[in-house]
C-alpha cells in the first residue's frame, strides 16, 4: 500500500483515478490545482504523485520542479492527455518518473502506477 | 644671221602673215600682222570671258550641289533622327542614354512618363541628379549580370536593377554600355520596365497563398487542440463505465447494456477524436515520425492479434503472412501498426461471415509491399475515388454503415505519404479488395 497523490483539475478524471487506486489498497489524496497540491505535498508524506500537465496555478511542471528541489527520488507521474510524439521522452528528460497517457485503460491503471512505485532495479 | 625675234609664237605668226623672223615685215605683212595679233587678242579675251563665265557657273552649280546635298543629307538626317526617335518612342519600355560622362544624352517618352519628368528637363541632366528626383528606393543595388561567353562566365558591363519610383512603381533596371566596333565605351543605354503589376500580382499570390496556409494550420492547430481537450472529459466517461462494469454488485440487464453502450459509444468517440488529432497534426506540419528499421512480420502479427477479437465476433479468419525472409522497413513502428490495424479491420468488417483476410509481404524493388487481402464485398469502381477522403464512408451491401470513424483510409494514406510510401487498391465487386502498401526498405 502506498500513500499517492492525485493532482488533477478535471473533477471526474480525478474521482476515477481515485476510485481505482483506493480499490486496488492505497491510500489517496487529492487536489485540483498547483498550489492545492502544493499545501498537500507540504503537510502529508506521500509515496507517488500522479501529475495532471494542464493545471491552474502553473502547470504541473512547475509543481514538479518545485518536488525536485527537495526530492529527487520520490515517483512523479505525469499524466496527460496529450498524446503528441515525443512526449514521453520530453517528461522523462524534464524530471517526470513516467508517464501516462489518457484516457486510461480502467484494468491496467492501477498495476501500471504501481510499477513506478517498485524501487528502481 | 641673227632672227628679228627670239620669241617663237611671235616668229609663227610673222609665218603666218608670210613674212619671216629674219627679214623685216612688209607694211602689208605688218598690217596682216597687227590685224592678227588683234584678232588673236579679241579671241583670246573671248576664250578668256568664257573660262571666267565657266568657272563661274560651275562655281554656282557647285555650289547648288554642295547645297543640294547639304540638304539631302540633313533631310535624311533629320528622317534618320525622327525614325530613330519613333522607335524610342514606340518601345514599351522607359529608356535612357547617358554618355561617359552620365550626362542624358536622350530620354523616350515613357521614360519622361514613368518619372513625371518633361522629356526637356530630363535631356542633360546628370544621371545620378535625376535619380534623385525619381527614384525612391533602390531595392537591388547593382547586381552585375553575367553574361555567358564561349561557355565562360564573365560580365559584360550590364547591371541590373530593381528601383521603386516616387509614384510607387516598381520598376526593373537593365543598363548596358554601348560600344564602338574597336571596343570603345561611348554611352550607356538604359531600359526600365514597369514590373508593378508584376509584382503586386506575384504579392497578392503570395499573401493569398500564406493566408490560406496561415488558415490551414490555424484550423489544423485548433483541432488538435479541441481533439486533446476532448480526451479528458471522455476518459471519465469511459474509464466510469468501465468501473461500474468491474462492480462486484450485480447488475440488471438492461443496465449492464446500457452502461456498455455508454462504454463503447464512449470508445468510438474517443477513436474519432484521435483520427482527427492525427490528421490535425499531420496537417499542421506537426507529426514527427520517429523512423528506426522495422521487421515487417512482427508489426503484421501485432495488427491481426489486435484485430482478432473483432474478426472472430464477425467469423472472418485471419490468415497471417507466411514469414518469408523480407528486409526490414525504415518506419515508425506504433505507426505502421496503425496503417496495417487500419487496413486489416476494413477488410474485416467489409467481409461477410466465412470470409478470409489474408496479410502477404514481399520485397518490391527498394522498397517491402505489404497487402491486405480480404474475400469481402469489393468496391465499386465509382467509389474508388472516393475512398480516401476523409468522413466518406462505404456502405455494405446491406446498407449498413460499419463501424469505425470514416477517417481511416484518409489517415493511413497520409502516414503512407509520410513514410515515403505508396497505397494502392484493387477491388472486384463481389469478390474481394486488396490494399497494398509500399514503405521504403531500411
Known sequence: MARILVVEDDLWSRRLVFELLVLRGHDVLCAAG???????????????????????????????????????????????????????????AEGFTGHLSKPIDVKSFGETVESYLRPPA | MMPLTQHPLLAQLLRRVGASEFEAPTPDAWRELLKLLSQLYYESDHDRDTLERSIENSSRDMQQLYQDLKQRTENERVEQEAIMRATLDSAIEGIMIVDNKRQVIAVNKRFAEMTRLPESELRQRDQRALAAVAVKSVKTSGSSVLVRINGMQSTDGTLRDEIELLDGSVIDWVSAPVRTPDGTQVARVSFFRDITAERHAHQQLEQAREAAEAASKAKSLFLANISHELRTPLTAVIGLADLLLLERDPLVDRQREYLEGIASSGRHLLALVNDVLDLAKIEAGKQELNLRSVAVHEVIEEGLTAISPLANARGVALEPATRNEVPTVRADRVRLRQILYNLISNAVKFTDRGGVVRVRAHLNGDRVAIAVIDTGVGIAAADLSRLYRSFEQLTLPSGDRPGGTGLGLALTKRLVEMHGGTIDVESELGVGTTFTVRIPVG
Do not use: C, H, K, W
Not at chain 1, 45 to 74: K, S
Open chain 1, 34 to 92: 498547483v498550489s492545492d497540491g502544493r499545501a498537500q505535498l507540504d503537510s502529508v508524506r506521500f509515496d507517488a504523485v500522479l501529475l495532471d500537465i494542464n493545471i491552474p496555478g502553473g502547470g504541473g511542471e512547475l509543481l514538479l520542479q518545485e518536488i525536485r528541489e527537495y526530492n529527487t527520488v520520490i515517483p512523479v507521474i505525469a499524466f496527460t492527455a496529450s498524446a503528441m510524439a515525443g512526449d514521453r521522452e520530453r517528461f522523462l
